[in-house]
């Protein structure tokens, strides 16, 4: 297993425009998790999902953006009608429940810059 | 969800021990701490993770006092390598589902 993937690497859209990003976590991982970091700030959390079931959306995330993760696999995030705040580096993360707590494995990232 | 402070910035030479304290006053009784590591245009990785007392792996060491209010994060012999933005994270147990905060930018000097 490679890790936990993210494509594209980088994408650079009109504003307006709707945007999905893809996410392979690791095949064992049962949890999903979306985050968002700009520059100089610390990645903040978007939702996650156990399985296929979405369980947690942050106040932050605007109706435009939305996240699927069918048969509990890949993930996408779709932003809609993209703004210039949008513009961010869109993280993934995976993690196994287990008996004890353990570590989120995290992504490259995909690059996001709307002009 | 538990707040926490830690330096903005630090500055080691190489090969020195750094220790990087994270305060997190309101931290609940299901709440781990979690630091990462970051590096520039990369995805956070995991370093260490505790409850309570003294946790040790191959990259680090991280202390938890008894009343866990903060942590101590303690990297030995530091080299250039690990110029990095490190974060303290306060997650509920079993999940990740938290905002990081702006962490604390390490900068080892030669």
């Known amino acids: 297993d490679t890790g936990v993937s993210q494509d594209p690497r980088h994408k650079i859209t009109k504003r307006g425009q709707n945007v999905t990003f893809r996410c392979d976590p690791i095949?064992?991982?049962?949890?999903l998790y979306w985050y968002r970091q700009t520059l100089g700030q610390g990645p903040e959390f978007l939702t996650y999902?156990?399985?296929?079931?979405?369980?947690?959306k942050s106040r932050l995330l605007s109706d435009r953006f939305s996240a699927e993760r069918p048969k509990g696999s890949f993930s996408t995030l779709e932003i809609q009608r993209t703004e210039q705040g949008d513009s961010a580096m869109y993280l993934c993360?995976?993690?196994?429940?287990?008996?004890?707590?353990?570590?989120?494995?995290f992504g490259q990232g995909t690059r996001l810059t709307v002009v | 969800l538990a707040k926490t402070t830690q330096p903005i910035s630090m500055d080691s030479y190489e090969g020195q021990e750094v220790n990087i304290t994270c305060s997190h006053n309101?931290?609940?009784?299901?709440?781990?701490i979690t630091w990462y590591q970051q590096f520039p245009s990369q995805g956070p990785r995991f370093i260490i993770q505790?409850?309570?007392t003294k946790v040790t792996n191959e990259v680090a060491s991280l202390f938890i006092p008894a009343d866990r209010k903060s942590s101590t994060l303690s990297l030995p012999r530091v080299s250039l390598s690990d110029t990095a933005v490190y974060y303290c994270?306060?997650?509920?147990?079993?999940?990740?589902?938290?905002?990081f905060g702006i962490g604390t930018k390490l900068q080892v000097i030669p």
């Open positions: 993360a995976s993690s196994f429940t287990g008996p004890m707590n353990t570590e989120a494995f």
């Open positions: 095949s064992e991982h049962n949890r």
């Open positions: 999902f156990q399985n296929e079931a979405q369980l947690e």
């Open positions: 309101n931290i609940a009784t299901n709440d781990y």
């Open positions: 505790g409850y309570k």
């Open positions: 994270l306060v997650n509920p147990g079993g999940y990740q589902k938290v905002t």
